[in-house]
């Protein structure tokens, strides 16, 4: 994860979690574009679209904050390993024309690990900046 310690890689790290949450929207789409199952297509269609919402919501948060020079290409790196499952799991859906119904059990395993690992990303930045402003707080009251 990246260091948040200034507002610029704040800022920036907002932007990367946008690029992220389209990424995700873009994984879940295609899923449900391989599946044949009607209710079990309309729920990958729904996360895609909560993705999508979450995309425009962060970048709407970024554009709200100050101006960085922010590198598309660095948002690997600083997203970690929630950024390089979803890579990699979109490579390997993107060699599979239609999933079986005998894979679905698989892909649920597969999309809980990958939430978890993404929920996990999510729960640092929180925690992180938490702390942070209980810090900035506490060294305020006491001046």
Known sequence: MARLNNPESFTNFIKCLSVFENNTCVLYKDLAEKVDLPFIKSLLLEISLDSKKHSYLLKGVAQSLQQTNWKP?????????????????????????????????????????????????YNVFINFKTLELITDELDNSTM
Do not use: V, Y
């Open 73 to 121: 290409s660095d948002c690997p790196k600083q997203i970690g390993e929630a950024w390089r499952s979803i890579e990699n799991f979109q490579i390997e859906l993107s060699q599979i024309e239609k999933l079986p119904e005998d894979d679905l059990s698989e892909l649920t395993e597969q999309l809980m690990t990958l939430e978890g690992i993404t929920g996990e990303e």
